[in-house]
């Protein structure tokens, strides 16, 4: 037991100065008036160096609330009152044109649009995922770091318990990675069985583009599946709209495998997988497409909200 209450806390602190590194830089570009390009670069230069802030396209965050901002009256005083917004990511490799935190830094930035919309409350994103599936583009390259399901499970379930405890009631987990849904569903049916009057949502937010923009953004190529679609037109369009700065423009590859199966296999061959880690023809994207798509996603997510939380 003891074991057991040791690994919780350690991983509860990471999650927590991952979330009040976050703040601190949101708040520092707050009162800057918005991130520009030469703030993000710091000394010693490079894309290593570069600083994600959040959403970087909108700089009135007049209405955005970020529960790592408030006091623990101001908390108690809104906590029962609005929607929980949890981001659910990941570490994932995104081929060599996109940085390891793109299952973070779209779910997080929606998160950022939705509030402006609706009555919520966004918590720092949970930033590390279940295991990307065999030939899924992650686990067979470095940087990608992943959970156990069990893990993953036990994070959102405590989150939901303490919430819950402080008076939630309405839930949106807006997930960022695919592998994460399983298990965001096993941590809410768990926490149905100890308390009945909570209302969760759990939104992937490729579940969420209708067809016609689908359409559009990959026009001329056509759309792969979502199973494919890995570092490809979508997370590279999004990435250069929620966060220029990331992207390696000049890196940006069209890569497939070289065969596709409908099954795993353990562990992947070779041929399943792609050498850049991209699994589709990025050079397709552009920030118009991510702006499409980041402001189709967000209003849909609107729309539920306002349809299931009555």
Known sequence: MKKKKKLKLGVTTIIGEIGLAFALELSAASR????????????????????????MNVSDRSKTM???????????????????????????????????????VIPRSLALMVDKEIESIVFPH???GYKPLPGGGGQEYPGTTSLDGTT???IILDILRCTYHHGARKYLILNGHYENVAFATEAVELFFREQAGAHVLIVSWWDLISQDILDEVFKGVGFPGWDTEHAGISETALMQYFAPDLVREDKIVDDESARKVPYLIFPPPEDTITKSGSFYKAT???REKGELLARSITKNIVEITKQEFK
């Open 66 to 104: 970020l529960a790592e901002n408030l006091t623990w009256q101001e908390y108690e005083e809104e906590i029962g009152k609005r929607i929980v917004i949890l981001p659910l990511g990941a570490l994932e490799q995104h081929g060599p044109h996109l940085p390891l935190n793109v299952d973070v």
């Open 284 to 286: 397709y994207s552009s």
């Open 32 to 55: 800057s008036g918005g991130v520009k390009k030469e703030d993000t670069i710091q000394k010693g230069g490079g894309y290593a160096r570069t600083t994600f802030t959040g959403m």
């Open 152 to 154: 993953l499970i036990n």
């Open 126 to 128: 949970i930033a590390y």
